[in-house]
């Protein structure tokens, strides 16, 4: 894995050198972000779109800092909207998720969303009403829940088999029967987020390839085929976050492009992707309050904890960790230390086994990789400790964000 960029490091230690309560805080590299972002759009063959699942991260100087490059946004939450709609620029977004309210609905219709990914019977029938009476014409994708080969599965799994998201291929002709009898609905297009954390590209490619196949029968469904134009297939790229093996997107890409070219009729694919786009800028710096030995383990106690970094505890994985030492030249033996956080509880464990030479209190621990499903996964206020500051660089973003605890 990469080291620690310099504009990086220099923005945490200045960050330290300005408060002396000991650090736990995020940092996130806008430059980093943007410069991703282009890239990964780059990659996609001619005519794909990319759509920033804000779940992931949706904080709003990364959601100014992605909506120039992306086209859009897909959004899950009341919530959501009202990040979007803070957003400077103004770029198409989509509504999706389980357990929509009317009042998202209806929010949604009036803000002429992009589309509605509709994902239950019942939810087509309250949309339609809602468009109606708002005299709007409602873009609509359904969410199919494919019947899935175990070969497709990882670990976080949302179709393929019973799942509260979107609509069983075998109730898919009366979903489209219903979306083509309502005059306030256009059926625009079908949607399908089947996993998260793929880390295969091969996998991925294989998981495109079975959606094309459905794809002209699933459109021939509607009474009008031909207005039927996209096929949304999800996020769910995945980060290797305890290896360095790279998910091969411009690979991933170039494949795609070959899978589609071989269409007679090919969608407008589109991507709504989270954890790939924004999981690289983020970093979670801990200081270093304690180090221990029990039982032969060594133990590293550090401000903060995973009530603001959820995320190594939620996939109970051992995250990265780097140091940077108050003092340079340190000497001392390695060890593999274990790094907790301050919390009551052995599941406080951000990482285990992670070879260090003499960290201690006052040292600074880096945990990169945390940009997305990070802070905002997290149970912040879980003994009460103070929330972490949130830092953006470079300094023309708003630097320096810390809410206040409730
Ligand atoms: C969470 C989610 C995404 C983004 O998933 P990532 O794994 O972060 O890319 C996209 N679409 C839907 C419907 C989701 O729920």
Redesign the pocket.
Known sequence: MADLAGHVRTAILDARERDAAPMAAFFYDLDALASHARTVKAALPEGVELYY?I??NSDTPLLNTLAPIVDGF?L?SGGELDRAEACRVDKPWLL??PGKLDSELEHAVAMQVSAV?VESLSEIDRLAAIAHTKGRVQPVFI?INPALDDAFSTR?N?AGRASP?GIDEAQLPEAVARVDARPSLALQGF?V?AM??QKSAERHLALMAFYLTRWPEWQALSRTPSSVTHLNV?????VDYTGSDLFDWPGFCRALADQLDALEHRPVVRF??????SAFCGYYVMEVLDAKQSHGEHFLICRGGTHQFRLPAAQNHDHPVWHLPRQMATTGPWHDWTVVGQLCTPKDVLSRRQALKNPRPGDLLVLPLAG??GYNISHADFLCHPRPALHYLPAHAPQRVTEASP
């Open positions: 699942a779940k992931a897909e899950s999706s998720g990914h969410r976080l949302m998201f949607h987020h998260s954390h999800g996020g769910g790229i995945g709504e992707i989270g954890r790939f786009l997305a499903y």
